[in-house]
């Protein structure tokens, strides 16, 4: 390790990407209690896993940005799962950290995957913030690592913060 090792930081990505939606927010682009629905209309008729494995129910309200924000959802992570919707995740949405998807195919999948809670009712560590940048990028029409360049990085000089480390620095990771 050097001064300037560059390391992963996983789910610090996640206070990163919830700064940029109330970022959003203060512009005027999206509000907190906005339907995810505005954006991505394929989780207009999700299900929600009941007690018993293979029992749903319909979910009682449509998720809002602020789920999102607040891991309310009702997403969870693969890892966090067993049996059938362990392996469901990981089947239609690859490994919890890196997926080879598109932004569209990842959603589609995701909203094909059942709820374990209720939208705004337990807090489930899990694929919110995901979603969540996938709808920033959508918001600002670019990717997610040049809106985090653009609003966040470049404006307090962390000339090396990245969403994917450039090629060029990745001799410099640990």
């Not at 090792?5 to 203060?26: D, G, N, Q, W």
């Not at 999948?109 to 969540?132: M, R, W």
């Not at 709808?135 to 990085?153: A, Q």
């Amino acid at each position: 390790m050097t001064i300037d090792t560059i390391f992963r930081i996983a789910s610090m990505t996640k206070p990163v990407t919830s700064v940029l939606a109330i970022m959003l927010y203060e512009e005027k682009k999206l509000n907190l209690y906005d339907p995810i629905t505005k954006w991505f209309p394929q989780f207009r008729n999700m299900k929600v896993l009941k007690n018993q494995p293979g029992e749903y129910e319909v979910a009682n309200r449509l998720i809002t940005i602020l789920d999102l924000l607040t891991h309310t959802a009702g997403f969870t992570y693969s890892d966090f799962q067993t049996g059938k919707l362990k392996d469901d995740y990981r089947k239609v949405l690859g490994g919890d950290i890196d997926s080879e998807l598109t932004n569209e195919q990842w959603i589609s999948g995701l909203a094909s995957l059942p709820l374990v809670s209720q939208p705004g009712e337990i807090f489930n560590y899990g694929k919110s913030t995901d979603l969540l940048g996938i709808l920033i990028s959508t918001i600002e029409g670019k990717s997610l690592g040049k809106v985090m360049e653009e609003k966040i990085f470049d404006p307090l000089s962390m000339t090396d913060t990245f969403f994917y480390v450039p090629e060029n620095k990745r001799n410099r990771c640990l």
